[in-house]
């Protein structure tokens, strides 16, 4: 059984804090990483993927991948009110494989 | 700018009613997807259709049947509601081709069924 897994928080920041989610994985074939956001009542919305090891940014967000360990990780930097949503990972190998998510509330 | 498209938005059914749920893209995409999504549960697959006139089964599929009608259009099948198929339906889309582990899903906006 492939599985991905995520701590289901709440996980609390204040604003303007950095907000780490972070996402581990069972199967090594693994190719692709994505983290989707989903907010209440709507559809997962991807935004962020990553391929290698390392940190990739874009804007107020950075996936980091580690395959050794097996986890992926995302941050998002200077955090708004805007950002409390459940954010979702997902592995790729053959299909995907989504985790059951982090909800994360922004704090005004 | 559609995107993926499903209809209904929302169904409340009556146990052993049977319904069809819809879903077209309009992206060119070969592969598309059902999911359901259940509290704690994540998003769960369905079935998947990898390429048009090809399906097959995911994590669970019972009590289900797919059919992809062409290569924009994708239906999922309740022959039989029953309560346990309350859930939040997402169908998604996505390219495959040799690059295709690096295309993520595209989703449509979901159909809240409710089976009494």
């Known amino acids: 059984q492939k599985e991905v897994e995520q701590n289901s928080g709440p996980l609390s920041v204040p604003e303007g804090a950095i907000a780490s989610l972070n996402c581990t994985y069972s199967d090594r074939g693994s190719q692709s990483f994505f983290w989707y956001r989903q907010y209440s009542g709507k559809s997962p919305e991807l935004i962020m993927s990553?391929?290698?090891?390392g940190d990739k940014e874009d804007g107020r967000f950075t996936a980091q991948l580690n395959k050794a360990s097996q986890y992926v990780s995302l941050l998002i930097r200077d955090s708004q009110p805007s950002d409390s949503a459940t954010y979702l990972c997902a592995v790729r190998s053959q299909n995907f494989v989504f985790g059951p998510g982090t909800r994360l509330s922004v704090l005004p | 700018n559609a995107g993926v498209t499903q209809t209904p938005k929302f169904q409340v059914l009556k146990t052993g009613q049977s319904m069809t749920l819809q879903c077209a893209q309009d992206m060119n995409h070969n592969s598309m997807y059902w999911y359901r999504q259940d509290p704690g549960m994540g998003l769960r697959l369905i079935y998947y259709s990898a390429s048009e006139g090809t399906t097959d089964k995911g994590e669970v599929p019972n009590g289900y049947n797919v059919s992809r009608l062409n290569k924009r259009e994708f239906s999922l099948r309740l022959e039989s509601a029953a309560p346990s198929q309350t859930s939040v339906y997402f169908c998604?889309?996505?390219?495959?081709?040799?690059?295709?582990?690096?295309?993520?899903?595209?989703f449509g906006s979901g159909t809240r069924l409710t089976v009494v």
């Open positions: 998604a889309s996505s390219e495959r081709s040799g690059r295709q582990f690096f295309y993520g899903y595209t």
């Open positions: 990553i391929y290698s090891n």
